[in-house]
């Protein structure tokens, strides 16, 4: 049974960084592409990130400049790494493992609240 896990979130102060992990269990991810999505308290869950299998990445516009999505399929892991960050990317942040005729997977998510 696939099993994602997020960690690394928690209170950080506006201009600050946090990077979240998704350790992977019960498949490699090697093949698969892997996105982060949030969802802000009252909002519809959003992408904000994806890293294909081929490590070829996409970004939502507004987040490019700030975020990266990195994998290291030899740990079975996908990173986000967060810079910069604002009041506004307070979320549940939520890994998701996406490969076609192969399933879609997600994880439980971890909290990021950015305040001072």
């Known amino acids: 049974q696939v099993r994602l896990v997020e960690s690394g979130g928690g209170l950080v102060q506006p201009g600050g960084s946090l990077t979240l992990s998704c350790a992977a269990s019960?498949?490699?991810?090697?093949?698969?592409?892997m996105d982060w999505y949030r969802q802000a308290p009252g909002k519809e869950r959003e992408l904000v990130a994806i890293i294909f299998s081929s490590g070829r990445t996409n970004y939502v516009d507004s987040l490019k400049d700030r975020f990266t999505i990195s994998r290291e399929n030899a740990k079975n892991t996908v990173y986000l790494q967060m810079n910069s960050l604002k009041p506004e990317d307070t979320a549940v942040y939520y890994c998701?493992?996406?490969?076609?005729?192969?399933?879609?997977?997600w994880g439980q998510g971890t909290q990021v609240t950015v305040s001072s």
């Open positions: 998701h493992m996406f490969r076609i005729n192969f399933g879609s997977y």
């Open positions: 019960g498949s490699s991810i090697t093949n698969f592409r």
